[in-house]
Nanobody, 122 residues
Framework: VQLVESGGGSVQAGGSLRLSCEIS????????MGWFRQAPGKEREAVAA????????YVADSVKGRFAISEDNAKNVLYLQMNNLQPEDTAMYYC?????????????????RGQGTQVTVS
């Protein structure tokens, strides 16, 4: 087991969820860890990322001000706090880790990927 997401579910618009991603220790020191999402019929979208070396974070414009990425080093867990959820946030959310340099939003750079957790906003 390498990356396991949890915390998804169904909420009403305006609600909040916190996604968690438990990451195997040998992956946790990866160059970059991120969250992506994909809605049915749409392309995968980068949501947020955290660079472990510099502790720099990035958040997509589409969720800026509502979503935040964070980590718990002691537990090897990556979080995505999602507030003021809207129906357009409905998607499968994936946690991923990259061991190579590259754009934080480039899915192809992420070697390790979780199975996803569903978020549905009505």
């Amino acid at each position: 087991v390498q990356l396991v997401e949890s915390g998804g579910g169904s909420v009403q618009a305006g609600g909040s969820l916190r996604l968690s991603c438990e990451i195997s220790l040998y992956i946790y020191s990866s160059y970059c860890m991120g969250w992506f999402r994909q809605a049915p019929g749409k392309e995968r979208e980068a949501v947020a990322a955290h660079y472990t070396g510099t502790a720099t974070t990035y958040v997509a414009d589409s969720v800026k001000g509502r979503f935040a990425i964070s980590e718990d080093n002691a537990k090897n867990v990556l979080y995505l706090q999602m507030n003021n959820l809207q129906p357009e946030d409905t998607a499968m959310y994936y946690c991923a880790a990259s061991t190579v340099e590259g754009a934080w939003s480039d899915w192809t750079k992420y070697t390790y990927r979780g199975q996803g957790t569903q978020v549905t906003v009505s």
